[in-house]
Structures are given as C-alpha cells and as structure tokens.
C-alpha cells in the first residue's frame, strides 16, 4: 500500500471554526469515528469565540502564541504548549497582537480513564491485586575495550 499524504498549511486552508469564529483558517488532517485532527491557522486578532463539544481536545500550539480559556480561566500559550480542552467545558482561544498555528486532535467522546480503571497518580498492579512479581533475570552488556578518548582525525572527544 502507498504512503498517503495529507496535505495542510499554507493554500490548503478555509475558514473555520464555530460560530462567532474571526480571524481564523484551518484544514481537516484526518476525521473518522475514532477522532478528528485538524491544522488552525489564527491571524493577529483571530478568535474561536467559547463553545463546548462533547469530545475531550488537545489544543497543540506549534508556532507563534496566543491565549486558551477553559471554563472561566484563561492562559497565554505558546508554540511547544499544549492545553487540554475536556469533554462538555466551554473552551476557547484567541491572539492579539501575534499569529498562531496549532494541531487540534479531538478524541470521539469524554476521557474514558474512568472507564479503564486508570485514576491519575495510581497505577495498577500488572499481574493482578496481590500477585507477586518475579524478580527479572539478565545482567549487563559486557564493557567495551578502552577506547582512546579522542578521535585523532577529527579531534573529537570520542
């Protein structure tokens, strides 16, 4: 099977977003049952005005910055940032004075960590409540013959 491209960015976008959105154009990456992944491309003053979906989203900011709101807090973020937009909260975000680019993955329905058992700062028991666990066996990898520290053409440390 060929690899398949999605294109997105620059020339690939439309305006976007849900109502009261200005400012603002994106490109759906990739949408089925399971999610939707999708670019956003904020101008200077661009907004997605407050509204709420039921799916749980991860806001990634990848280049420039602006603001995130979740409920009644709002933050800066910036590129390398992430903000978590839950399941059934107001969410929002906006620019003022820069641009900003971000990846929006949409997860189809709220976290399901309840549902799996998985509660944030416990982890469970991999061989069943009580089980003991054996000890592993092995050792190291044998150690290599002393090396000279330099490499002598490039003059390098090794």
Request: glycine residues 16%.
């Amino acid at each position: 099977m060929p690899i398949e491209i999605r294109r997105f960015g620059v020339g690939h976008r439309r305006p976007d977003g849900p109502p009261g959105t200005s400012g603002l154009t994106g490109q759906v990456i990739h949408s089925d049952a399971r999610g939707h992944v999708s670019e956003l491309a904020f101008s200077r003053g661009g907004r997605i005005e407050p509204h709420s979906n039921p799916n749980t989203t991860y806001f990634c900011v990848i280049e420039g910055g602006g603001w995130t709101s979740v409920g009644d807090e709002e933050i800066r973020i910036a590129a390398g940032e992430a903000a978590i937009w839950p399941a059934g909260e107001l969410h929002g975000a906006w620019t003022d004075h820069m641009t900003m680019r971000a990846i929006v993955i949409e997860f189809a329905g709220s976290d399901d960590g309840d549902v799996r058992g998985i509660l944030e700062g416990r982890a469970l028991p991999a061989l069943g409540a009580g089980s003991p666990v054996a000890k592993g066996e092995g050792s190291l990898a044998p150690r290599p013959a002393a090396v000279d520290e330099r490499r002598d053409a490039e003059g390098e440390p090794a």
